[in-house]
């Protein structure tokens, strides 16, 4: 019961309290997520050597080593989900919805370099270290957002590869982000940044078409191997 | 159409030729567009939730409204007629909290509730205008956040407890949606020349006031929305209060608040009733 000489007592004190006990917890998140952001900083510089390494053995270690440190990334949720109260994951989720899209390209990438197929929401959630957990998940949107920072890092590997002198390499990424953006397409997106990011796919598309076109034209990549890579598999 | 159609049999190739040709050779089976309508109805899922509560979000902000409007009745009534209509706004409030209120907790009872909280925090804050309103007109007092989030727990027809989510954020914006109506009330009673409640209302907001200029809460941009139409109402509040203390005498009482009025004041711009 709150009478004026009340007011402050019995409705702004605990207010407060509640406004700082919540700043204490974001500000413990804020800590972890630099020890989340920094592992995916240092993956990100690793797998750019896909761009410009002659020699197929050299884009292994990178894989191998981005997984390895991928190892630091599950480290920083396990605190994650200790900090991140019951039930709340979407109260604070402003915190590492970016990072972790991030990583779930990332985590993409190497599945596709590894085998040429696209990760699962499963899959990747392992990769991250977030499945299990009863405080985080990984959100559904985060991860289809990943998929499609993937497809555009996936443009600027077809057009390097090229470079690099190998003319399969873009036939295999057409069709990949080709099912992926048949896969999108399945979606019902509502009017958000999902969406937003979804429209921007077709520029990839396009970005990667005009590579296989110019190959196609010149004759590049025909003789050797007709089309067996164009069956795309999900891992598990 | 004809056109394109001469230039690909020409060079044989076009741009996109290799992306139609694996939609065309697309299954039903194959394991990436297998994947994406699971996905698909994950994602309806939450779309098809979210609109619900939004729907019902929609009718408490109504009926909340419709009952602030019924309360501002009462300020020219005699006492027996306001209790009348506070036992009518307090019925309506309870079937709010028994039937919307409810069915919103019901559809967040296995989720987490803050993924949706922005579809009903309208609503909510609507509706904690309209309670704290009706209480204030009752007894000239506000319910705190612990007796109105004690409001919001409700139990299943097998005795399973689920409960409203409640934020105190927004318990305490709804309060500064109640000041505006604490000043709609102030200028009307002014009207019937009841100059003694325009005091008092006008304390009762000066005491909220102090309470959102001592809040320390960096990142609730509302908040400060609020408290910045809050003290707007209070200025208007005050001058009021000056005018009736320095031309009470002057004037009958009831023309005091044409004098007001006209002194300054573009009249309410706060939203309107239904």
Known sequence: MCTPTRIIADIFTPFQDYVNSEQETREEIRKIMKDIEKPLREIITILQVIHHAKDIEQVHAAILNARKTFEEVRKGYDMLEKTVPPGQYYRYNDHWRFATQRLCSLAALIVFLEKGILISKDTTASILGVDNKSNIHLDLEDFLMGLLNLASELARY????????????????????????????????????????????????????????????????QNQAPSTSSEVTVAE | MSKAKTRNKRSKFAVGDKA???????????????????????????????????????????????IIFLLHS???????????????????????????????????????SYQYHKAYTCGLQEFIEASTFCSYVKEEYVKDWNTMNSLLQYKTEEGEEFALVFPQVDYILGLGDFTGELMRRCLNTLGVGNVGECFKLCNFVRHINTGFLGLMAPGYKELSRKAYVLRQSLEKMELVCYNIQIRGSEIPKHMLLSVIESSDLNENDDEGFY
């Open chain 1, 158 to 221: 077809a057009v390097n590869s090229v470079t690099l002198g190998d003319y399969q390499k873009p036939l295999q990424i057409s069709n990949f982000v080709a099912q992926l953006n048949a896969g999108f397409r399945l979606l019902n997106l509502k009017n958000d940044s999902l969406r937003k990011r979804f429209d921007a796919l077709k520029y990839d598309v396009k970005k990667i078409e005009e590579v296989v076109y110019d190959l196609s034209i010149r004759g590049f990549g």
């Open chain 2, 20 to 66: 139609k040709e694996t939609i065309e050779n697309l299954t039903e089976d194959n394991p990436v567009l297998l994947m994406f309508k699971e996905y698909t109805r994950t994602l309806d899922e939450k779309h098809d939730r979210y609109e619900r509560i939004v729907k019902l979000g929609r009718d408490i902000t109504i009926e909340s409204k419709r």
């Open chain 2, 74 to 112: 009462t300020n020219a009534d005699l006492e027996s007629k306001r209790m009348q209509v506070v036992e009518e706004a307090e019925k309506r409030l309870k079937t709010v909290i028994d039937t919307n209120l409810k069915a919103i907790a019901f559809e967040l009872k296995d989720q987490d």
